[in-house]
């Protein structure tokens, strides 16, 4: 008997992490600028939060924060396994260096969800206005990939 219940919630486990990019969160990494950690908290089947803790080697480094509110488009581009989603948003994000740094951060981006993976892998750019401690325009970018729990 307890053989049986041990089997069963390994094949819910698993089946339970199949096809997860789209719910839960993800946690993985962003190469780029800027490089580091990156987080995503899906809120609806359109919608989510993402984040990153990252270093930002411009500027003579410093330490990046961000978070965007996400919406998904999965019409725009058919691809005939998993699924790739334009995804489009408005964040803002805090730069700790020689001065700190407050800005907006627009983004917009494809993401590969693998078909039968909790995986998915991003490809952004993002336009920067910061406002503190003085206005200037930047445009970010970066790639990574993101494991759904």
Request: aromatic share 14%; net charge neutral.
């Amino acid at each position: 008997m307890k053989k049986w219940f041990v089997t069963a919630i390994l094949v819910l486990s698993a089946y339970s992490f199949s096809g997860a990019q789209d719910k839960g969160f993800g946690l993985g990494i962003i190469l780029g600028e800027p490089t580091g950690i990156s987080g995503k908290q899906w809120l609806s089947a359109t919608s989510a939060i993402d984040g990153a803790a990252a270093w930002n080697f411009g500027s003579g480094g410093y330490l990046h924060l961000h978070a965007d509110y996400l919406l998904h488009n999965y019409d725009l581009i058919k691809v005939t396994e998993g699924r790739l989603p334009l995804y489009y948003g408005i964040g803002g994000r805090i730069g700790f260096g020689d001065k700190t740094v407050v800005g907006l951060r627009g983004v917009v981006g494809l993401a590969y969800q693998f078909s039968g993976a909790p995986v998915d892998a991003f490809l952004e750019i993002a336009p920067l206005m910061d406002l503190v401690p003085g206005t200037s325009f930047h445009v970010q970018g970066g790639i990574g990939a993101r494991f759904y729990f």
